[in-house]
């Protein structure tokens, strides 16, 4: 009951709440990035979701784009802006998401949708993450996110399909929030974070 109808009426309700709450901040990293950026304050990228039907994810742009002119490229710590530095540390970042979720394209915690050039890399267990909506935090990023090796990250995607419920998404959210708020924990996701699992924005 709680995989289907209430937690998508959960996730649905919690991210109307939280953009109607954050709005002001929202708005106001819309109008700071649209400078920064060049009028381009937002990420776009197709991802794969549940059962892994494409849909396009929303981020703050944080990243400038890859290239600074017709014949030179940008590596990625030339890339990343101040700004973007910043909105990244504290996952602000990952607010526009919260669209995603009242679309029903993701939920509020699931496994994180990467990118789709990963999916002919699954094994069949691991194909298993995309049984469920994916998510703007999960079990693998409160236990360690892209610290994790690869085998390790879908161990904890498996695991969170195959316990699914509100008792463990409530205790996800949690450690989710006390991860934001402890800076060392914050600082080893981000210095993890080029990796590339997720792509950059």
Do not use: C
Not at 37 to 45: A, C, L, R, T, V
Not at 62 to 70: A, G, I, L, S, V
Not at 163 to 172: A, E, Q, R
Request: aromatic residues 12%; without cysteine; hydrophobic residues 45%.
């Amino acid at each position: 009951m709680y995989k289907n109808f209430f937690k998508r009426i959960l996730d649905f309700s919690i991210a109307l709440v939280a953009l109607i709450l954050l709005s002001p901040l929202i708005i106001t990293l819309i109008i700071v990035l649209w400078f920064v950026n060049n009028g381009k304050p937002f990420f776009f990228q197709k991802r794969p979701g549940k059962h892994t039907e494409v849909f396009t994810i929303i981020k703050f742009k944080t990243m400038r784009d890859p290239r600074k002119n017709e014949s030179e490229l940008l590596n990625q710590d030339e890339r990343i802006t101040k700004v973007g530095a910043f909105i990244r540390k504290t996952s602000l970042d990952e607010l526009m998401q919260l669209v995603n979720v009242l679309k029903g394209e993701m939920a509020i915690i699931g496994p994180r949708p990467l990118l789709s050039e990963y999916l002919p890399m699954y094994n069949k267990e691991q194909a298993r993450r995309h049984d469920v909506r994916p998510g703007i935090t999960g079990w693998a990023q409160v236990n360690g996110r892209t610290a994790l090796s690869w085998e390790e990250r879908f161990a904890h995607d498996v695991w969170y399909v195959d316990n699914l419920s509100f008792k463990n998404d409530f205790k996800i959210l949690l450690m989710t929030i006390e991860k934001i708020f402890n800076r060392k924990a914050m600082s080893s996701i981000e210095n993890a974070s080029f990796k590339g699992w997720e792509g950059n924005a």
